[in-house]
């Protein structure tokens, strides 16, 4: 021990030698930083003291850290402290060694100097090995800023959700990303594609269908994907061989068509023919007000803004016993249009209507089921020339001035139909089994690779199905190659796991989809955090519309300034949010998700936020060859201005931010804060009365602003409660205590929670992969949890509670409250309140799931 005294003797003599020189260095005008002499100080003090317990065998004891900021900056220094250090910086401190003498820190002559020749050697080593390790991360800490996460401002409808910009990978960041996906969809490529993809017919289950689905599962191989095939026995019904289905006026035959709608009821209806316009619900209540009686009729209906299976499920509940659908030119035009045979399906729902609620798989015992979404009325297409005959042998009243816009053959007149015009329809479909396939790709995440968006496309087709199929097919195999080769070849590394689906069945209420859905949904639960829908994503070039979950609005919005716009006879250098978004770019842009969409059971059945877009003609109007065999290259082309290849490269650039988006980044991009009601600022020339007194003509100027228009939908049904108390309408102790107090409180929990989850975001760190994921889970549950888990899938697949569809939804009560008012004898209190009850609570289950912890709760 006498020789580790001297040793340590000597390197103090050492260390303040070399004080010395710095002294004198600084007096001839050396200047050294602050900064970088005080940690090599620091770290001179822990070599000496811990090359003198290593050699010297002096016992190991406590290290003391200190975090002290330096006055010369923001540069921090880590004071690095030994307990024999601490003993030094006492004054006269002495070294007490049992059974010696004590001895003072003096300097002496060295008795081993070779010794001490080495351990200065290692001193200097281990000087600058530690001095470069400290100076690396003080300078590392330096450069990394805390994220930060803004909340949305509800002054400005165009301001985005700023989420932290934390990079998956250090080497791309998000600008690179879009750079390379930018470079690999080009024009020309889809101008390939397209032409590769092109098919005459690919019916679901047909040779062609599975020709199409075989060539993406090759493409998918080829990419370096994993690949699997998912194979559902479903029944579709089609026309017979042997007979056809018929239409009669009278006792003459209007014509036969080879048109069908499948799931129509079977069999022969005859009945007085009345024109009901589009079959949406006003155009049946102005019949109804002009005393036409609808039991028994055969309603002839135009096709468009709504799809077939609505206009006959409103039909039936009116008692009609046909419906028949026609094109009017008034809203298509085409060539030949007056004798284009139209298809389609009568199923108020998706998926297999024979295994409702349960995957249509192979070899699988299946109770006797049907869908409720059924329609026990008979449904047939026509051609336009025999909707003419039709039209010119009806009489009765005149049809308004409003719904009589056609471009029929001239002289013809819309009329409602007199009692005597009687219509026979004959539907004779055939009910078979088909073998579908759908067909899938995955390129893994690297962070959290079970977790995943899916991007889809219908493959099958009644027809060519030009814009139906053939462009989302294009899209999603581009979408495919370009991020595999992103992966591969320029060091992207997305967080999570992008899957490629291919849907057949798509044209027979998206079947192959919602097989999939009801065949995985326990295993997409909390893992599918998005869809990405790329199905009739170019019909025009003159709009563009989305439809979308409000969680994705922000996404959206963000991918719109980003992405060129396309719209317009040359090539724009504005963004799409210039060119058709702007102040009012929810007005403009997002309209609602129609049933048929085949992001709506995505949505609307497993509460997995989805997304469809699609440019569109003037004025964002439907597509009119969708379900015709005029659904071809040159009807798009036509529809596009020749621009097909290049409006289908910005949608593929449109889809493919928006899913790499949601797998780059460390949160999802789904702002919880969109699902916020946010209740209605009435003029000022309501505010002199009940506020609720000017809903109805306040409402109808109301933005689609979603927020808005939940929030003025809970106000009307607290209006309307309001009222029915007051009016006496309805009377009895039930009524006198229906309170609408819990669902105002159920709103409040939750935008306190989307509130606490924002704030949460601010103060963690988002660097941190655990934290990310647990913040992430919770944004997951929102979606899923607005199904109503008090209806059953079976019978009520739509089970979302505001977008979905039966009479667990806010618009299924606010229709139960008018039928209160009017003393409808469908209406009924107790049925009532039971329906708002677990609405109510529907949404307090999904504000406890954004809040957090069970234990975290407050009742």
Known sequence: MLSSTLALQNQHQMFRHREEEEEEEKATGGRTNIVQRAVMESTMDQARSTISKIFCGEPRSYTRFNLAKNVEGDTSQVELKLSSDVEEEAPNAAVDLPGQDTYSHQPSTPSRPRKNVVFIVISILLVFIIGYLIGYLTNRRQGVEPPVCDSLSDSDPTSETTFPETESDPELDWSDIRSLLQNKLTAERFEVMLSELTLDSHEAGSDGDQHLGNKVNDAFQTYGMNTWIDEHFVKVQTLPSSSSNKVMF???EIGVTKGYLSYSAKGIQQGRVVYVHYGQPDDFKYVMDMKIDLNGAIVLLRAGKMSFAEKVANAAKLKAAAVLIYLDPADFEGPDLMNTELYGHVHLGSGDP??????????????????????????????????????????????PSSWAGGRLLSGVSYNLGGENDTVTVEVNNVLVEKSIHNVFGVIKGFVDPDLFVVIGAQRDSWGPGYARSTVGTSMLLELARAVSDMVKNDGFKPRRS???????AGEY????ATEWLEGYLASLNMKAFSYINLDGAVTGNQAF??????????????????????????????????QVGGMNWEDNVMVPMPMDDSAYPFMAFSGIPSVSFRFAPLGGSDYPYFGTILDTKDQLDWATAQSTAQLTATSA????QMALRLVHDHLLRLDVKRFTPRLPVYPPACLPAYPPACLPAYLSCLPLSYSAKVGAQVTEISYHVDQLQQSGVVSGPLMKTLSVTWLMSAIGSYRRASAGLTTEIKNTDLTDTETCRKIN?????????????????????????????GSHTLGALLDHLNAMKVRSPDSNIDVFRNQFALATWTIQGCANNLAGLVWELDN
Not at 653 to 656: F, L, Q, R, S, W
């Open 250 to 252: 009278g006792g003459d």
């Open 545 to 578: 519309k989305a439809s979308a979950s409000p969680l994705l609005y922000d996404l959206v919005l963000r991918t719109l300034k980003e992405v060129k716009s396309p719209i317009g006879p040359t090539t724009s250098q504005k963004s799409l949010f210039q």
């Open 498 to 504: 992008m899957v490629f689906a291919s849907w057949s």
């Open 354 to 399: 024979y295994t409702p609620g349960f995957p249509s798989f192979n070899h699988t015992q299946f109770p006797p089921a049907l869908s409720s979404g059924l329609p026990g009325i008979l449904a047939q297409t026509i051609t336009s020339s025999m909707a003419t005959k039709i039209f010119q042998k009806m009489g009765g009243l005149s049809a």
């Open 777 to 805: 889970d919770r944004i997951m549950r929102v979606e899923q949890g607005l199904l109503s888990p008090y209806v059953s899938p079976k019978d009520t697949p739509f089970r979302h509670i505001i977008f979905g569809f």
């Open 509 to 512: 209420g998206s079947i192959g």
């Open 653 to 656: 650039h449109i889809a493919g």
